[in-house]
C-alpha cells in the first residue's frame, strides 16, 4: 500500500537552532500538506502545496514539495519553545481521494 | 463555537463491549474522515464519507462501522471492543473531497481495559 515516511522520527535542538524535516512517499502525490500537533492536541493545518517544486514561506518556516512531487521538507530557522510539537506531512495519491499522512516528526526545543 | 467537535473526549471501557463515538461540524464542509492514532502517533486514515456517501474504507475490522445521517456528522460505531482498539480516534472535516485542507477535533481517547 501506498506509504509516507519522515525522517527523522525524533530531534532535539537547541533554541535558537534550525530544524528540517523530510517526508518521502512511495506513490506520486497530488498535493501535500503539513500539520503540527502540539502534545495533547490534534493536528493543525499549515499549508498546502500543489505544484511541482513549489516552495512556501511562513515566517520562519520554509516548505517544499519536491520536483517529482513524491518528497517534501518543512525548514524552520531559529527554532523556539513554542515550536515544539510533532509535524505530519499529509499526501493526497494522485488520482484518489486518499489523504495519506507521513510517520511524524517530534521536535523538542530545549531553551 | 467549535468548529469540529467530537464526544465523549474520554472513553474507558472493558473488553467486548460496544460504544460509539460522536463527531460533527459546523463548517458547511462535504468531507468528513475518521482517523485512528496509535501509541508511537501513526494517523492512519479508517473512512471517509463525502456528502453522507462513504469514498474510503479502509482495511479496518469490521467492528467498525461508520454512519453518517447528514453531511455535518460522521458517528463512529465499535462493537465488541478489544485491548487493540486502544487509541486516539480523531474526526476531520474538509471542504472538499479532493485533499483540501482537513479541520480536525479534540480527539477521543478510547482506552480498553
Known amino acids: 500500500g501506498q506509504q509516507v515516511m519522515q525522517i527523522p522520527q525524533y530531534q532535539h535542538v537547541q533554541e535558537g537552532e534550525d530544524f528540517t524535516t523530510y517526508c518521502n512517499s512511495s506513490?506520486?502525490?497530488?498535493?501535500i500538506q503539513w500539520y503540527k500537533q502540539r502534545p495533547g492536541g490534534h493536528p493543525v493545518f499549515l499549508i498546502q502545496?500543489?505544484?511541482?517544486?513549489e516552495v512556501k514561506k511562513q515566517k520562519r518556516l520554509t516548505f517544499q514539495f519536491g520536483e517529482a512531487k513524491k518528497n517534501s521538507s518543512l525548514h524552520i530557522t531559529a527554532t523556539q519553545t513554542t515550536d515544539v510539537g510533532t509535524y505530519f506531512c499529509a499526501g493526497l495519491v494522485y488520482n484518489t481521494d486518499k489523504l495519506i499522512f507521513g510517520t511524524g516528526t517530534r521536535l523538542q526545543v530545549f531553551p | 463555537d467549535t468548529a469540529v467537535s467530537q464526544t465523549p473526549k474520554y472513553l474507558v471501557t472493558q473488553m467486548g463491549n460496544d460504544k460509539s463515538i460522536k463527531c460533527e461540524q459546523n463548517l458547511g464542509h462535504d468531507t468528513m474522515y475518521w482517523y485512528k492514532q496509535d501509541s508511537k502517533k501513526f494517523l492512519k486514515i479508517m473512512f471517509s464519507?463525502?456528502?453522507?456517501?462513504?469514498?474510503i474504507n479502509e482495511t479496518v475490522p469490521n467492528r467498525f462501522s461508520p454512519k453518517s445521517p447528514d453531511k455535518a456528522h460522521l458517528n463512529l460505531h465499535i462493537n465488541s471492543l478489544e485491548l487493540g482498539d486502544s487509541a486516539v480516534y480523531f474526526c476531520?472535516?474538509?471542504?472538499?473531497?479532493?485533499?483540501?485542507?482537513?479541520?480536525f477535533g479534540q480527539g477521543t481517547r478510547l482506552t480498553v481495559v
Open positions: 502545496l500543489v505544484k511541482s517544486g
Open positions: 476531520a472535516s474538509s471542504l472538499l473531497r479532493w485533499g483540501t485542507e482537513a479541520f
Open positions: 464519507y463525502n456528502n453522507k456517501e462513504l469514498i
Open positions: 506513490t506520486t502525490l497530488s498535493n
